[in-house]
T-cell receptor, first 109, second 114 residues
Framework: GQNIDQPTEMTATEGAIVQINCTYQ??????LFWYQQHAGEAPTFLSY??LDGLEEKGRFSSFLSRSKGYSYLLLKELQMKDSASYLC??????????WGAGTKLIIKP | ETGVTQTPRHLVMGMTNKKSLKCEQH?????MYWYKQSAKKPLELMFV???????ENNSVPSRFSPECPNSSHLFLHLHTLQPEDSALYLC?????????????FGPGTRLTVL
């Protein structure tokens, strides 16, 4: 079956760095997405990786290893507004998004 | 503002009621999606429409009935729901169904079935 695993909850300190991991098992693979979802709001797109390596976008970076079925989202210089759920989703061979349950990130002062 | 709107934002209904959720996208996209989001569970894809044609129905109970009159509008008609149907219902759109298809989400409708 198809599956996405990511931690349920993480806590970090304002100003610090946090890495949210995601492992995936899918029928075929056409890329991996990260979305951010604040409580009571819509998920919003953060990143898309289809090739191995690190993609940097400001304070956020996303990494992909296709051979390991592994990705991570790296958040630097954490701010209180980064408190949210982070959703990992893999695109399978039928271009269907397989979603993880999300990682709730709590930022403490 | 993501360009995808949903109404109502909150809905409380009894098990014998009939109601409809509405989604509208202003992005010129060709594909629209209904998802169910329950606490601590992955997003569940319910229906996909591509160019107004339903392309996927992921074994959703018949008490949920989608309608897509045009590429910009999507409805989810609800009737005789069960308490376990209480969840956040999210609508999304994307440029196309295949390929790199970043999805843009609406704010969702929080549904409570009594």
């Amino acid at each position: 079956g198809q599956n996405i695993d990511q931690p349920t909850e993480m806590t970090a300190t304002e100003g610090a760095i946090v890495q949210i991991n995601c492992t995936y098992q899918t029928s075929g693979f056409n890329g991996l997405f990260w979305y951010q979802q604040h409580a009571g709001e819509a998920p919003t797109f953060l990143s898309y990786n289809v090739l191995d390596g690190l993609e940097e976008k400001g304070r956020f970076s996303s990494f992909l290893s296709r051979s390991k079925g592994y990705s991570y989202l790296l958040l630097k210089e954490l701010q209180m507004k980064d408190s949210a759920s982070y959703l990992c989703a893999a695109l399978d061979s039928n271009y269907q998004l397989i979603w993880g349950a999300g990682t709730k990130l709590i930022i403490k002062p | 503002e993501t360009g995808v709107t949903q109404t109502p934002r909150h809905l409380v209904m009894g098990m014998t009621n009939k109601k409809s959720l509405k989604c509208e996208q202003h992005l010129g996209h060709n594909a629209m999606y209904w998802y169910k989001q329950s606490a601590k569970k992955p997003l569940e894809l319910m229906f996909v429409y591509n160019f107004k044609e339903q392309t996927e129905n992921n074994s959703v109970p018949s008490r949920f009935s989608p309608e897509c009159p045009n590429s910009s509008h999507l409805f989810l008609h609800l009737h005789t729901l069960q308490p376990e149907d209480s969840a956040l219902y999210l609508c999304a759109s994307s440029q196309d169904r295949e390929g790199y298809n970043e999805q843009f989400f609406g704010p969702g409708t929080r549904l409570t079935v009594l």
